[in-house]
């Protein structure tokens, strides 16, 4: 237990190795990277091997990546499925882009949502993935509509849109019932990290106006024209206010990446709950916006797992951790 700090200049390997090992268990870069950009330039593939402490024991993972052709998944040397991975080796990762979902568009603001409730359980999951491929598949018929081409039918949209009505108001159920868990753990550490006083208040903006299956029927007319469904959680969005402001238009930065973080940290503890002990902490270069009492709360958070932290301000980490690296490149002295 306990945090590593990795502290390097610019341009070390230091978010490498927290990608190598996120990627290595959760199969996507936090950066949003391609596999290719994952192996060494000129070189056709790439080992990531970590000895992980999780679910009280020792494991061995190894993924080896190869340019242009099928990955490696091996948990204890067993070619594992990425789900079993992910299952045994819960993470939590907080990034210098996590910021977008107190500052970025909608979009931020439901993937975080979406993603947490993925993590909550196989019904949860299951919901988030049958709402995106019922709305994938209405925008085909839709567009094939458009171009009147024939292919489908107009009395196809009046049977699968009560099918996406139904998945579509159960997403919005558990989006809200999982936001009302999140809030007061997301209080508690906002207040904790920013100051006592300060109040975190949420609210999920909902684009449905009366219920979902009468709002498709309204704007379906319209919808085939676009060729896009207009309404759905897929165009909701959440508001975050701090002491009443709406947090992503009047927080500062260091604000808004307190929030994220503690965004992160309630799901964290929430995932704590549900499994039973704590997922393994990776923050990657998120200190630069926060001050030297708030970086010592954000650390003294993660302090109960197992938590690898990437920074280049070298002031004083040592006294905060408990074990100092240094990286130069590429190479751990
Ligand atoms: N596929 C690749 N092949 C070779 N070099 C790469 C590849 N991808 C990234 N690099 C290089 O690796 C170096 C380390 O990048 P990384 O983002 O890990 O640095 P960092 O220590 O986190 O820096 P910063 O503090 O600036 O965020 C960079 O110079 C980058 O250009």
């Given at each position: 237990m306990g945090v590593t700090?990795?502290?390097g200049r610019n341009g070390q390997g230091k978010s490498s190795i927290i990608e190598a090992l996120s990627y290595a268990i959760t199969g996507r870069s936090f950066r949003g990277a391609p596999k290719d950009s994952m192996i060494t330039k000129e070189c056709e593939s790439s080992i990531v091997r970590a000895n992980i402490?999780?679910?009280q024991r020792e494991l061995l993972l190894e993924l080896s990546l190869n340019r242009g052709g099928s990955d490696r998944l091996l948990l204890n040397r067993n070619v594992t499925p990425r789900r079993?991975?992910?299952r045994a080796i819960p993470l939590t990762v907080f990034t210098l882009s996590d910021i977008e979902?107190?500052?970025g568009s909608p979009a931020h603001r439901r993937e975080f949502i979406d993603d947490s409730l993925i993590l909550m359980g196989p019904r949860a999951s299951e919901t988030v993935d049958n709402y995106e491929r019922l709305l994938q598949h209405r925008s085909h018929i839709l567009k094939s509509l458009q171009r009147g081409d024939g292919s489908v039918g107009y009395d196809s949209l009046e049977i699968f849109d009560e099918s996406l009505a139904i998945e579509g108001e159960r997403l919005i159920r558990m989006r809200l019932s999982l936001l009302s868990r999140i809030e007061p753990i997301l209080?508690?550490?906002y207040a904790d990290i920013a100051g006592k006083g300060e109040k975190v208040l949420t609210s999920y903006v909902p684009s449905v106006r009366t219920n979902l299956m009468s709002d498709l029927l309204d704007s379906r007319r319209d919808d085939i024209r676009r060729g896009i469904t207009s309404v759905g959680p897929h165009r909701d969005d959440i508001i975050f206010r701090i002491n009443g402001l709406n947090a992503r238009y009047e927080a500062s930065q260091g604000e808004q990446r307190t929030l994220a973080f503690s965004l992160k940290m309630a799901l964290h503890e929430l995932l704590r709950s549900r499994i039973g002990e704590d997922p393994i902490i990776l923050l990657d270069d998120v200190f630069s916006e926060l001050d030297e009492e708030r970086i010592e709360k954000v650390l003294k958070r993660t302090k109960s797992a197992q938590a690898i932290v990437t920074t280049s301000i070298d002031h004083q980490i040592d006294e905060k951790v408990n074990q100092k690296l240094v990286i130069?490149?590429?190479?751990l002295l």
């Open positions: 700090a990795i502290v402490f999780s679910n079993d991975v992910v979902i107190v500052s209080n508690e550490l130069e490149s590429g190479s």
